[in-house]
């Protein structure tokens, strides 16, 4: 249980991390303001629309007597919009990290080299083309993850009792799950972790990702709400991939003077940075991932 603290904790250092940096706070509010006039107009034709389809779907219940018909559709109404605004939650994520790739991907950098011990971040060396590429297809192998939970939850959403109460909770544990993926995809892309691998990462720490995406997602159910948050977003989930591979991290984003410790011993003499004093996570022998390569904070 530990590790909710921890996921939650990510969540809120990512945001203290893009209020020290105002201009790249600034620049990355607009890729998300775009996704959310592109999003908010889906989903007012879906709210117009709706009772339309769902009529439309359901002919076989045209001669049902009194009221029973509206209810019925009504309800199916109100469960199609829930969808829509689920599917619309897991999607944002991807959708905006998509149009606003290039400064995201600068953004996590700036975050790697901040907590960095030797102030270097692991770099693809991919073309930009071909990191848009793998960002999107990859964003569509999760969507159809996404959208088979989806619609596993709108079908048990009609089960009595459970799907008025346990089903919901589902739903923002399972939406949670999914925003962390691509958010940390990020920072994992960078270090060549394919969807598996980053998948199975994330499995194996649950609870953190949880701690991490759940009230990020919740959050995310206010509109506005989501762009303000999503730089920051982007940050905490480069701090918890830092974790999720065992790479060493500085407690506050300072790398200090390599030549003295935070107290002013001297450094290591196999030329090591000395350890900063309180938590770090994983430990100073960590390799960097298969692939990745690092380049020193300019």
């Known amino acids: 249980m530990r590790d909710l603290g921890v996921g939650f904790g990510y969540l809120l250092k990512g945001q203290r991390w893009v209020a020290r940096h105002g201009r790249s ?19 007012t034709a879906l709210a117009l629309w709706g009772a339309d389809a769902v009529g439309w779907a359901t002919p076989f219940a045209d001669g049902w007597p009194g009221p029973w018909l509206g209810l019925f559709r009504g309800f199916l109404t109100a469960v199609l919009f829930a969808l829509g605004l689920l599917l619309a939650v897991v ?9 606003g790739q290039p400064f995201y991907d ?8 901040d907590v960095s011990p030797d102030g270097t971040a692991p770099e693809s060396g991919l073309p930009l083309w071909r990191e848009l ?3 999107a ?6 969507l159809i993850r996404a959208a088979l939970w ?20 589902i739903g923002f544990f399972v939406t949670g799950f999914f925003l962390t993926e691509e958010l940390a995809a990020v920072a994992l892309q960078r270090r060549d972790v394919g969807l598996r691998a980053r998948l199975g990462l994330l499995r194996s720490r649950k609870t953190l990702v949880w701690g991490f995406g759940t009230p990020l997602g919740l959050a995310f159910l206010v509109p506005f709400v989501a762009v303000l948050l999503m730089p920051g977003a982007v940050a905490g989930a480069t701090l918890l991939a830092r974790d999720l ?17 935070d107290d002013g011993n001297a450094a290591p003499v196999d030329g090591r940075p000395a350890p900063a004093h309180g938590h770090t996570t994983g430990t100073p022998d960590t390799e960097p991932a298969p692939g990745a390569r690092s380049h020193p904070r300019p």
Not at 29 to 41: F, M
Not at 91 to 99: E, K, R
């Open 25 to 43: 706070y600034g620049f990355g509010l607009l890729p998300g303001l775009i996704t959310l006039v592109l999003y908010a107009a889906a989903l």
């Open 91 to 99: 999607t944002f994520t991807a959708v905006t990290l998509l149009i």
């Open 106 to 113: 600068s953004l996590s950098e700036q975050v790697d080299r």
């Open 133 to 135: 590429w793998i960002s």
């Open 137 to 142: 297809r990859d964003s569509l192998r999760v």
């Open 150 to 169: 989806a619609v596993l939850l709108f079908a048990l959403g009609f089960l009595p009792f459970v799907g008025q109460t346990a089903v919901p909770v």
């Open 245 to 261: 591979l065992g790479e060493e991290t500085e407690p506050d984003g300072s790398t200090g003077d390599p030549g003295t410790g």
